[in-house]
C-alpha cells in the first residue's frame, strides 16, 4: 500500500518522494535547517538539494527571509500532495525499521537540558558496552516528535506522555525550593515575602509554575526565566529563591534546600520510543541500558538523600 502511494505521488508530481520529503519537511518546519534535521541530513546538504530541485523545475519554492522559509505558490502546492502521502510512507519505514534486528547504527535521543548531567556519563558508559551504536543526541526542552522520526526515544521528564508512545516510567522527580548557599532568611514566618525566581510562559505548564502562580505575589518575582538551567544559575548568584528539581540542585554546593519537596510541583521521568521501533535491536538495547542505568539515580531524582558508596 505503502510502495503503491509513493507511486501514485510521484505520477501526480512528476517528483521522487526524496524530493517531496525535502520540500515537505522544509515546509512543515519553516526553516532549512529545522527541514534538514527532520530528514537526519545536513544545512548545506538540504540546501543543495533544494536549489538542484528548483532550478530542474525551473520554479522557486520558498522565499528565503531572515525568520525562515514560506512556502511559494509552487512550494505549497508540493507540500499539499506530499502531506496526503506522509503518514502512510512514514508508517512504512517504521515497520522497515523494526525488522532491523542488527544491534548497530543510530539511535536518536531528545532529552532536556536539566538531565545533561546525569545522562552524559550513562551514555559515555553505553557507548563502551555498544560499539556499533552511534547516539546522536537532541537537546529540546519541547517534545519532539516520535511519530514523524524527529528522534526514536525521548527520555525526559513529565506528567503524562502522548497516548501514541510505549515507555517506561523510570522515577519520580522531586522538586523543592532553593536559593544561594549564603541566603539568609529576612522574614522568619514566610518565605513568601523573600525575592523569587519566576518562570517564563513556556514553562507555564510546569507543576512548579502552576505553584508559583498560586502561593507568589508577583511583585515579589524579581527576575524570570525560560529555562530551568537558567532559574538554576539565577538561583546560585542569590538573585532570589527557585524552584528546582532536586536531582538538578541538591549536588550543587552553592545552592541550599530551603524545603522539602513540594508534592504539587511533582512530575516523572520517562523513557519512551514509538511502538513500532521498541523491537529495532539498536533502540531494544539502548532503552534496556538506560533503564537500568537511570534507575539506579532514583533516590536523586526522588529527593532522597543519596547513600554514599563503599
Same mark, same amino acid.
Given at each position: 500500500?505503502?510502495?503503491?502511494?509513493?507511486?501514485?505521488?510521484?505520477?501526480?508530481?512528476?517528483?521522487? !518522494?526524496?524530493?517531496?520529503?525535502?520540500? @515537505?519537511?522544509?515546509?512543515?518546519?519553516? $526553516?532549512? +535547517? &529545522?527541514?534538514?534535521?527532520?530528514?537526519?541530513?545536513?544545512? +548545506?546538504?538540504?540546501?543543495?538539494?533544494?536549489? =538542484?530541485?528548483?532550478?530542474?523545475?525551473?520554479?522557486?519554492? @520558498?522565499?528565503?527571509?531572515?525568520?525562515?522559509?514560506?512556502?511559494?505558490?509552487? &512550494?505549497? =502546492?508540493?507540500?499539499?500532495?506530499?502531506?496526503?502521502?506522509?503518514?502512510?510512507?512514514?508508517?512504512?519505514?517504521?515497520?522497515?525499521?523494526?525488522?532491523?534486528?542488527?544491534? +548497530?547504527?543510530?539511535?536518536? /535521543?531528545?532529552?532536556?537540558?536539566?538531565?545533561?548531567?546525569?545522562?552524559?556519563?550513562?551514555?559515555?558508559?553505553?557507548?563502551?558496552?555498544?560499539?556499533?551504536?552511534? /547516539?546522536?543526541?537532541?537537546?529540546?526542552?519541547? @517534545?519532539?516528535?516520535?511519530?514523524?522520526?524527529?528522534?526514536?526515544?525521548? #527520555?525526559?521528564?513529565?506528567?503524562?506522555?502522548?497516548?501514541?508512545?510505549?515507555?517506561?516510567?523510570?522515577?519520580?522527580?522531586?522538586?523543592?525550593?532553593?536559593?544561594?548557599?549564603?541566603?539568609?532568611? *529576612?522574614?522568619?514566618?514566610?518565605?513568601?515575602?523573600?525575592? !523569587? #525566581?519566576?518562570?517564563?510562559? $513556556?514553562? +507555564?505548564?510546569?507543576?512548579?509554575?502552576? !505553584?508559583?502562580?498560586?502561593?507568589?505575589?508577583?511583585?515579589?518575582?524579581?527576575?524570570? *526565566?525560560?529555562?530551568?538551567?537558567? =532559574?538554576?544559575?539565577?538561583?546560585?548568584?542569590? /538573585?532570589?529563591?527557585?524552584?528546582?528539581?532536586?536531582?538538578?540542585?541538591?549536588?550543587?554546593?552553592?545552592?541550599?534546600?530551603?524545603?522539602?519537596?513540594?508534592?504539587?510541583?511533582?512530575?516523572?521521568? !520517562?523513557?519512551?520510543?514509538?511502538?513500532?521501533?521498541?523491537?529495532?535491536?539498536?533502540?531494544?538495547? @539502548?532503552?534496556?541500558?538506560?533503564?537500568?542505568?537511570?534507575?539506579?539515580?532514583?533516590?536523586?531524582?526522588?529527593?532522597?538523600?543519596?547513600?554514599?558508596?563503599?
Amino acid at each position: 500500500m505503502a510502495q503503491k502511494s509513493m507511486m501514485v505521488v510521484q505520477q501526480r508530481t512528476g517528483l521522487p !518522494w526524496d524530493d517531496l520529503k525535502l520540500v @515537505f519537511a522544509i515546509g512543515t518546519a519553516g $526553516t532549512l +535547517s &529545522g527541514g534538514a534535521r527532520r530528514l537526519g541530513i545536513d544545512h +548545506s546538504t538540504a540546501f543543495r538539494r533544494l536549489g =538542484a530541485l528548483e532550478a530542474r523545475l525551473g520554479v522557486r519554492l @520558498f522565499d528565503r527571509a531572515r525568520d525562515g522559509y514560506a512556502a511559494t505558490p509552487a &512550494g505549497e =502546492a508540493i507540500i499539499r500532495e506530499a502531506a496526503r502521502f506522509d503518514g502512510v510512507v512514514e508508517a512504512l519505514e517504521r515497520k522497515l525499521a523494526g525488522e532491523d534486528l542488527r544491534p +548497530s547504527g543510530t539511535v536518536r /535521543v531528545t532529552t532536556t537540558d536539566t538531565l545533561l548531567g546525569v545522562l552524559a556519563p550513562e551514555l559515555a558508559r553505553f557507548r563502551t558496552t555498544h560499539p556499533g551504536i552511534t /547516539v546522536d543526541l537532541v537537546v529540546a526542552n519541547a @517534545f519532539l516528535s516520535l511519530t514523524k522520526r524527529d528522534a526514536d526515544v525521548a #527520555i525526559r521528564p513529565a506528567a503524562e506522555v502522548p497516548e501514541n508512545l510505549t515507555g517506561r516510567r523510570l522515577a519520580g522527580i522531586a522538586t523543592a525550593l532553593y536559593a544561594g548557599h549564603d541566603f539568609r532568611l *529576612a522574614d522568619r514566618r514566610s518565605l513568601a515575602n523573600e525575592n !523569587w #525566581i519566576g518562570l517564563d510562559e $513556556t514553562l +507555564s505548564h510546569l507543576g512548579s509554575a502552576r !505553584w508559583m502562580a498560586a502561593e507568589v505575589a508577583p511583585e515579589r518575582i524579581v527576575a524570570r *526565566a525560560d529555562t530551568l538551567m537558567a =532559574a538554576h544559575a539565577l538561583a546560585r548568584e542569590g /538573585v532570589g529563591i527557585a524552584a528546582l528539581p532536586c536531582y538538578l540542585a541538591d549536588p550543587d554546593p552553592r545552592l541550599k534546600r530551603l524545603s522539602p519537596p513540594i508534592d504539587a510541583m511533582s512530575s516523572s521521568i !520517562w523513557l519512551l520510543t514509538h511502538p513500532d521501533l521498541k523491537r529495532v535491536a539498536r533502540i531494544r538495547a @539502548f532503552l534496556d541500558f538506560i533503564a537500568t542505568a537511570l534507575t539506579a539515580h532514583r533516590r536523586a531524582f526522588e529527593g532522597r538523600p543519596v547513600k554514599a558508596s563503599g
